[in-house]
């Protein structure tokens, strides 16, 4: 009995197979009213892979015209409280610039904070994206594993090794 399940199934899954319209659609663009988001997104270099493969994402998914303004400033100086606090570097004005343009539909930050004020970079950020934004979408990222490369020294744990210590069975 088993052997003709298995011979049936076989059968069925390479018949199905064979049908042009199971191919895998190349790059088709996205019929979804919209051809692409405008994003500014700003952080740290733990922040940059997430950012970068956004717009690798959204390429793959078929949209067009899409495209993001990405600021990273490596550490501390990648908090959202520390791009506002810097006003008179190159990164803040990019931020502001771009917000003031406005059209932004997304802007994401990196976590992290001040200390004493765990929402005071974040919330003057916010504001100032709604003046000229006002229907853009924020978001903040969840904070990234410290270094989850590991090393050969094993002195750091690997990202499977942190997602079992942090209760999940993988990242």
Known sequence: MK???LLTFLFLAFTACKKEENLPATNVPVDNGTEGYRMLLMGNSFFRPYAENLDVMAIDAGFVDHNSTIVIRGGENGRAINFWNDSTSIEHSLIKSTLDEGG???LGMTSGHDTINRVEGFQFWIDYALQNNPNITIF?????FDFPAGDPNGTRPDWHTLALENGFISI
Not at 140 to 144: F, G, K, R, V
């Open 3 to 5: 052997n003709i399940f």
């Open 104 to 106: 932004i539909d997304y």
């Open 140 to 144: 903040i990222s969840l904070a990234p």
